[in-house]
């Protein structure tokens, strides 16, 4: 493969003998690596790919020895503005970094939210992203929920975290204090789309995208349990909406959960934390991946936030003092 300058990056290269009979589109990502096929598929849309000088058919079956001709387009500059924000960077290098994100802050700008974000201060540290898709944040936690999140620091590394994302490679353990408690583990499969009528709200639907959550029982209190959950998928609020499904909401969600949920005769610490703990009880505790360029297995792990700490110890005395 080569390439050449100017405005676009401009690949070439030949599809080899030993792709012959299959389809130009799954062949793609083998030739232009870093690319995924839904970039690729993309760009041959839009008559940026052309073999043997002609613009092909995304199911042409290839030959092999085709000459391919690839112009990559320039990545737009973002709309979004640096800014010197304080960020808690627990691992970083060239590729990428990890981020243990506090309560209350929120990913990237949006309605309502058009500074002061993730995005943000990640391009304030690094300017690098400001040619990536969303300043590399590939994959995002609500503005309540805390913990660890992985972002991309160049296009390579952005490409191959995608990839473990939906090949479900990468390990992502939240801890989860819920209203009730279930009586043991087990996973959700129940697809996820946005709610009929509150278009704030994801709900379980049929016309949704398949979602899976497993869960394990950690610490049972009298009236509450501490969960370890992890995701097989990645949908929008998809814990809070499955541990609202099987009759679990997160304590303090404000979307999916229901009223104060008391334990009988509860103490008045335990009262006051639960009444008023304001946001869905949610902690990305736990991070593992490949590293998406040297292959090297990681992990970290997130010490919980105080106010979450606070009512896991508050719970786990009531439950002692009623033994």
């Known amino acids: 493969m080569t390439v050449e300058q100017g405005s676009d990056e401009v690949l070439t290269a030949v599809v080899p003998v030993s792709a012959a009979g299959e389809r130009l589109d799954k062949v793609l990502p083998r030739i232009f690596p870093p690319y995924s096929r839904s970039q690729l598929q993309g760009w041959l849309r839009e008559g940026r790919i052309t073999l043997n000088g002609e613009i092909p058919a995304a199911r042409l079956a290839v030959c092999g020895n085709e000459a391919l001709y690839l112009e990559v387009p320039s990545p737009p500059a973002s709309d979004w503005l640096p800014e010197p ?4 960077v627990v691992y970083e290098d060239e590729h990428i970094a990890v981020i243990d994100k506090p309560v209350g802050c929120v990913v990237h700008p949006g309605a309502g939210n058009t500074s002061g974000t993730l995005a943000n201060a990640l391009l304030h540290r690094y300017p690098e992203v400001n040619g990536l898709p969303r300043a590399g944040i590939v994959h995002r936690l609500d503005k309540d929920t805390s913990g660890l999140l992985v972002v991309a620091l160049s296009e390579a590394a952005r490409t191959e975290l995608i990839r473990a994302l939906e090949a479900r490679k990468m390990k992502r353990e939240y801890l989860a204090i819920v209203n009730g408690c279930p009586i043991s583990g087990g996973t959700v499969d129940a697809p996820i789309g946005r709610h009929p009528r509150n278009r704030l709200k994801m709900a379980i639907t049929q016309k949704g995208r398949p979602a899976r959550t497993d869960y394990r029982v950690k610490e049972r209190f009298r009236a509450h349990g501490l969960l370890a959950i992890t995701l097989q998928t990645g949908r929008t609020h998809q814990i809070r909406v499955h541990m609202a499904h099987l009759g679990f909401p997160l304590v303090g969600d404000p979307l999916y959960g229901a009223r ?15 009444k008023g703990f304001s946001r869905q009880a949610l902690h ?4 593992g991946l490949e590293h998406p360029v040297t292959g090297k297995t990681l992990s970290w792990q997130s010490p919980l936030p105080e106010d979450f700490a606070d009512l896991a110890r508050a719970l786990a005395a009531d439950a002692r003092s009623d033994q």
């Open 85 to 88: 924000l304080p960020m808690s």
């Open 260 to 274: 104060v949920q008391l334990p009988p005769k509860p103490d008045a610490e335990l009262e006051l934390q639960l």
């Open 284 to 287: 990305a505790g736990a991070l």
